[in-house]
C-alpha cells in the first residue's frame, strides 16, 4: 500500500542554519504531497503542497519539489529561526481527496539561538 | 474563526468504560476525517466521512465508532476503551478542491 517515509529525528540546527527534511514515498498514481507542521500543543496546520511532477510548493521560506523520478518530496529552509521549532510532517493523499491522507512518522526540529 | 473545534482537549479513562469525543466545523466542508497520533507512528486513520450519512474505515478502525448525521459533527465513540487507545486525536476537515485538512487541536486520551 501507499506509504510515506521521513528522517528520524530529531534534528537540531543553530539559527540561520540550512534545513533538508527528507520525505520519499511509495504510491500508485500520481498523489498530491504535502508537509504539515506542528507546533507545540496545537493541530497540524498546513505549510506547502504540491500536486503533480515538479510542482514546487513554497510557504514561509519553506520549499519542497515534487519529484517523480525518486519519488521524493524533501523539504528545505535556506535560514532557520527558533520559530521554526516543530514537528513536521510528510504526507500524500490519492486523487479522491477523501481525507485520507498518510503520514510520515513526522520529524522534530529544534532551532537553538 | 472557529474552525475545526474538538472536545473535550484532555481526558482520563478506565479501562471498560466508554466515550465520545466530539468535533464540530463550521466550513460547510463535506469530507471529515478522524486520526490518531503516536509517538514515532505519525498520524493514522481511524475513519472517514464523505458527507453527511456517510463513513468508513480507515487505516487503524477498530475500536471505535462514527456517526455522521449532520455535515457539521463528526463524533468519534470509543465502547470500551483500553489502554492501547491512550493516544493524542485528532478531527479534521478537508476543503474538498484543494485537498488540504484543517485540524482541530487534539484531544489527549489516556486509558488506565
Known amino acids: 500500500g501507499d506509504s510515506v517515509t521521513q528522517m528520524e529525528g530529531p534534528v537540531t540546527l543553530s539559527e540561520e542554519a540550512f534545513l533538508t527534511i527528507n520525505c520519499t514515498y511509495t504510491?500508485?498514481?500520481?498523489?498530491?504531497l504535502f508537509w504539515y507542521v506542528q507546533y507545540p500543543g496545537e493541530g497540524l496546520q498546513l505549510l506547502l503542497k504540491?500536486?503533480?511532477?515538479?510542482d514546487k510548493g513554497s510557504n514561509k521560506g519553506f520549499e519542497a519539489t515534487y519529484r517523480k523520478e525518486t519519488t521524493s518530496f524533501h523539504l528545505e529552509k535556506g535560514s532557520v529561526q527558533v520559530s521554526d521549532s516543530a514537528v513536521y510532517f510528510c504526507?500524500?493523499?490519492?486523487?479522491?481527496?477523501?481525507?485520507?491522507?498518510?503520514f510520515g512518522q513526522g520529524t522534530t526540529l529544534q532551532v537553538k539561538p | 474563526n472557529a474552525g475545526v473545534t474538538q472536545t473535550p482537549k484532555f481526558q482520563v479513562l478506565k479501562t471498560g468504560q466508554s466515550m465520545t469525543l466530539q468535533c464540530a466545523q463550521d466550513?460547510?466542508?463535506?469530507?471529515m476525517s478522524w486520526y490518531r497520533q503516536d509517538p514515532g507512528m505519525g498520524l493514522r486513520l481511524i475513519h472517514y466521512?464523505?458527507?453527511?450519512?456517510?463513513?468508513d474505515q480507515g487505516e487503524v478502525p477498530n475500536g471505535y465508532n462514527v456517526s455522521r448525521s449532520t455535515t457539521e459533527d463528526f463524533p468519534l465513540r470509543l465502547l470500551s476503551a483500553a489502554p492501547s487507545q491512550t493516544s493524542v486525536y485528532f478531527c479534521a476537515s478537508i476543503q474538498g478542491n484543494t485537498g488540504e485538512l484543517f485540524f482541530g487541536e487534539g484531544s489527549r486520551l489516556t486509558v488506565l
Open positions: 466550513m460547510n466542508h463535506e469530507y
Open positions: 466521512s464523505v458527507g453527511a450519512g456517510i463513513t
Open positions: 504540491a500536486t503533480k511532477a515538479d
Open positions: 504510491a500508485t498514481g500520481y498523489p498530491s
Open positions: 504526507a500524500l493523499s490519492d486523487q479522491s481527496n477523501t481525507g485520507k491522507l498518510i
